[in-house]
């Protein structure tokens, strides 16, 4: 195996067809269905099924699709570092959006002062996403709830939020219910993948219990309007909400015998080679582990 079969392997999925990655890397096909039968051989097993002239990527598939992003982004940043060893890198980091609103920009200026001629890219994503990047070698860092894929990640807490209820003052529903109760109302989430979302259906389940969802969006503040105007209740974090409670006449909804904790991680892949500006970055998250 090489990384030439990586290579292939990888454009195969992306693409979905043997013919359309052949294209992209200007390889003959059958020197593409060649190379995927030599990996397939090389690890006793179907990396994908073929069925109505389609490709459908296998559970096995999958695992080694997570590898190989790993290994190829990898090598390829490995080349780039090493010519040009001196230069100051640009550290790139995704945060989820409840951290992303509530306590990043304050963390992102100051490390901004602290370092001036360390460059960053940031972006907002739900955890999932910045899962898949930092895979990918796309991200350096995330800031995130606990990966899916904990074996391929360095995860160092850096704080909790909880989990609240809320909905218009003018709502029809009691300040204290059950779960039970609660979950008989509309409620307004965030889309799969995310956090907060996943904090919610993990907690609801553990009761045995079914959402009854009116709306999901990736749009915190869409979410908050449908809210403000009494159309059902609001889960998600305190830490994002609670600045908008007063000028959206929002008010909290206690969930008796209950409370939702989640917790955020600084999570960077195993393998990343850290470049003296990623560990500046680092070293400044670690320490600030109690203060957030």
Do not use: W
């Not at 598939?61 to 890198?89: C, K, M, N, P, W």
């Not at 779960?179 to 904090?199: A, D, I, T, V």
Request: aromatic share 10%; hydrophobic share 35%; glycine share 4%.
């Amino acid at each position: 195996m090489t990384l030439r079969h990586l290579r292939i392997f990888s454009e195969v999925c992306r693409q979905e067809s043997i013919t359309l990655a052949a294209e992209r890397m200007n390889m003959a096909q059958p020197a593409v269905s060649y190379a995927i039968r030599e990996l397939e051989s090389y690890y006793g097993t179907k990396l994908f099924e073929r069925m109505n002239r389609r490709l459908y990527i296998t559970e096995s598939g999958e695992q080694l699709l997570l590898y190989a992003d790993s290994i190829l982004s990898q090598f390829d940043e490995a080349r780039d570092v090493l010519r040009d060893v001196h230069a100051v890198t640009k550290v790139r980091v995704g945060t989820n959006v409840s951290f992303g609103i509530s306590r990043f920009p304050e963390m992102l200026s100051e490390f901004s002062k602290q370092y001036p001629q360390i460059p960053l890219y940031t972006r907002v994503e739900n955890s999932r996403q910045i899962e898949q990047h930092l895979m990918r070698n796309e991200l350096d860092f995330g800031i995130m709830d606990y990966p899916l894929n904990p074996r391929f990640f360095v995860c160092h807490p850096v704080g909790k939020d909880i989990m609240t209820a809320v909905c218009a003052c003018s709502y029809e529903i009691r300040n204290r219910v059950t779960l039970e109760e609660l979950c008989e109302y509309p409620l307004l989430l965030r889309e799969k993948g995310s956090g907060s979302r996943n904090m919610t259906e993990e907690f609801v389940e553990k009761y045995k219990r079914k959402l009854n969802i009116l709306m999901e969006s990736i749009s915190v503040q869409s979410l908050i309007e449908v809210c403000s105007k009494g159309l059902g209740v609001l889960m998600i974090s305190k830490s994002i909400v609670a600045p908008f409670m007063e000028n959206y006449k929002l008010k909290e909804i206690k969930i008796q015998n209950t409370e939702v904790t989640r917790e955020y991680y600084f999570v960077h892949h195993k393998s990343k080679f850290l470049t003296k500006s990623m560990k500046a970055f680092q070293e400044y998250m670690t320490a600030r582990t109690e203060k957030v």
